[in-house]
């Protein structure tokens, strides 16, 4: 079963920035649509953005103007930059690999932005 593995959360005072980082170790990376998701406290997980095989891109209107996906197949890493932050933004962040050939997820990283 692939494992993906996520890195780069932590505690950041509003305003600032954070880099996560996944990766995907034993598939073609390259042919999968990778997305990033999160879920707050005593909240549903939530869709973030979305880069596509082809490097299209999309996210969710809080996010947008903020945070930047994106992804490196050389590495078989995705990636997702954050700046400026707010507390809202605090949540456990998982990423996830899609395709034909299978639908695979990390275990998360959490990101704390204190109010």
């Known amino acids: 079963q692939v494992q993906l593995v996520e890195s780069g959360g932590g505690l950041v005072q509003a305003g600032g920035s954070l880099g996560l980082s996944c990766v995907a170790p034993?598939?073609?990376?390259?042919?999968?649509?990778l997305t990033w998701f999160r879920q707050a406290p005593g909240k549903q997980r939530e869709w973030v953005a979305t880069i596509s095989d082809t490097g299209a891109v999309n996210y969710v209107d809080s996010v947008k103007d903020r945070f930047t996906i994106s992804r490196d197949n050389t590495k078989n890493t995705l990636y997702l930059q954050m700046n400026h932050l707010k507390p809202e933004d605090t949540a456990v962040y998982y990423c996830?690999?899609?395709?034909?050939?299978?639908?695979?997820w990390g275990r998360g990283t959490q990101v704390t932005i204190p109010s």
């Open positions: 034993g598939i073609v990376f390259k042919f999968y649509t």
């Open positions: 996830n690999a899609k395709s034909f050939s299978g639908d695979f």
